[in-house]
């Protein structure tokens, strides 16, 4: 099992920057591909990007260049540094993290950190 805590959520004025984290539970962190999702009311959750236990990213085109996504295995600790943050920023922020299994995987959801990003 995986427990995931968000923390880091706030107001933010446009082209402001912001760290959201995640704290995991558990001793299998370090085997899992943590990701960052995002949601706004009425709409699906999308992703916004992911980390390897390795430390490789990828993101989505709409946040490239401006989000960074980095973790500490020692400390189960993930972290989503926003730069130069836009209204359409504005959404609930979801750390997830992915267990490989021997078939398949597990996915695990904390439960979400408010991002509002306004003048």
């Known amino acids: 099992q995986v427990q995931l805590v968000e923390s880091g959520g706030g107001l933010m004025q446009p082209g402001g920057s912001l760290t959201v984290t995640c704290k995991a539970s558990?001793?299998?962190?370090?085997?899992?591909?943590m990701g960052w999702y995002r949601q706004t009311p009425g709409k699906q959750r999308e992703l916004v990007g992911t980390?390897?236990?390795?430390?490789?990213?990828d993101y989505a085109e709409s946040v490239k260049g401006r989000f960074t996504i980095s973790r500490d295995n020692a400390k189960n600790m993930v972290y989503l540094q926003m730069n130069n943050l836009k209204p359409e920023d504005t959404a609930v922020y979801y750390c997830?993290?992915?267990?490989?299994?021997?078939?398949?995987?597990?996915?695990?959801w904390g439960q979400g950190t408010h991002v509002t990003v306004s003048s």
């Open positions: 558990g001793s299998i962190f370090d085997i899992c591909t």
């Open positions: 997830s993290a992915r267990r490989p299994l021997i078939v398949g995987w597990n996915d695990y």
């Open positions: 980390i390897t236990p390795s430390g490789r990213t």
